[in-house]
């Protein structure tokens, strides 16, 4: 089974190879979701370190419908990521409505290639999960991340596992979200070949101010990530 890891600093990412995960989602702000890693932090991790780099193509918080320079925007940052030597690139576009902009999706994986495509956690906004995975096959994404439209994947597993028999091995289904130690192993149990973790842990500050609110600073743990590798690679 496949770790991958959503590392929001440089650190998280050295964490994440140093503890034997197989891959990074590289991403910025996780307290709002993820957002575009800076330029400089895609440049360090793909020069200093050798894991699997999948960065998350998202230019804002908020909902998944971009106005035209959100997009061109988009487009700019995965031609970056291609430029630096990335993996993959985690993506998507939502209509108003928020089923899948299938026009704007398509164009993303089109400039992506040849890196591999993941539609991100936008597929768990959207009002008809079985027909999107349809879509999402034909247009040659490789893999959805997503909780199963619940708080956690662990509650989401009945659409997980749903998703999973009628994917059928023509796209991953990658479940995320509130993945961690204690239930690692019901992933794989139920016949997932990938999941998603980001095995964070909080960063005390002595001199945190409250300036900027209280958003705490977080970490993907070493311990955390080695401890859940070594769950999912012991015999069930």
Same mark, same amino acid.
């Given at each position: *089974? &496949?770790?991958e890891?959503?590392?929001n600093s440089?650190q +998280?990412?050295?964490?994440?190879? =140093?503890a034997?995960?197989?891959?990074?989602?590289l #991403?910025?702000?996780?307290? !709002?979701?993820g957002?575009t890693?800076?330029?400089?932090?895609?440049?360090?991790v793909?020069?200093?370190?050798s894991? %699997?780099?999948?960065?998350?193509t998202?230019?804002?918080s908020?909902?998944?419908?971009?106005?035209?320079? %959100?997009?061109e /925007? *988009?487009?700019?940052?995965?031609?970056? #990521?291609k =430029?630096?030597?990335?993996? $993959?690139?985690?993506? $998507?576009?939502?209509n108003e409505d928020q089923?899948?902009?299938?026009?704007r999706t398509?164009?993303?994986?089109?400039?992506a290639?040849?890196?591999?495509?993941?539609f @991100?956690?936008?597929? =768990? #906004?959207i009002?008809?999960p079985?027909?999107t995975?349809?879509?999402?096959i034909?247009? $040659? !994404?490789?893999?959805?991340?997503?909780s199963g439209?619940?708080? +956690?994947?662990?509650?989401? *597993?009945?659409l997980?596992?749903?998703?999973?028999?009628?994917a059928?091995?023509r &796209?991953?289904?990658l479940?995320?979200? $509130? &993945? @961690?130690?204690d239930?690692?192993?019901?992933?794989?149990?139920?016949?997932?070949?990938?999941? @998603?973790?980001s095995?964070?842990?909080?960063i005390?500050?002595?001199?945190?101010?409250?300036y900027?609110?209280?958003?705490?600073?977080? !970490?993907?743990?070493?311990? +955390?990530i080695k401890? /859940?590798?070594?769950?999912?690679?012991?015999e *069930?």
């Amino acid at each position: *089974m &496949i770790l991958e890891i959503c590392a929001n600093s440089f650190q +998280s990412a050295k964490n994440a190879q =140093d503890a034997g995960a197989q891959r990074i989602e590289l #991403c910025s702000e996780l307290c !709002v979701g993820g957002v575009t890693p800076s330029y400089g932090l895609i440049k360090q991790v793909t020069e200093d370190l050798s894991i %699997e780099t999948y960065v998350l193509t998202r230019p804002r918080s908020g909902n998944f419908t971009y106005s035209d320079a %959100e997009f061109e /925007i *988009m487009k700019r940052d995965i031609q970056v #990521c291609k =430029d630096l030597g990335c993996s $993959g690139i985690v993506s $998507g576009v939502l209509n108003e409505d928020q089923s899948l902009d299938i026009e704007r999706t398509q164009i993303l994986i089109e400039i992506a290639k040849p890196l591999t495509f993941t539609f @991100h956690r936008a597929f =768990d #906004c959207i009002p008809n999960p079985i027909e999107t995975l349809e879509q999402l096959i034909a247009l $040659g !994404v490789n893999r959805i991340l997503t909780s199963g439209q619940e708080v +956690s994947a662990e509650k989401g *597993m009945k659409l997980l596992k749903t998703l999973n028999e009628k994917a059928n091995k023509r &796209i991953i289904i990658l479940p995320g979200s $509130g &993945i @961690h130690l204690d239930n690692a192993k019901l992933f794989k149990a139920a016949g997932f070949i990938e999941i @998603h973790a980001s095995a964070s842990k909080v960063i005390q500050d002595k001199n945190k101010s409250s300036y900027f609110g209280e958003i705490q600073q977080t !970490v993907s743990d070493f311990e +955390s990530i080695k401890s /859940i590798i070594k769950s999912i690679n012991d015999e *069930m």
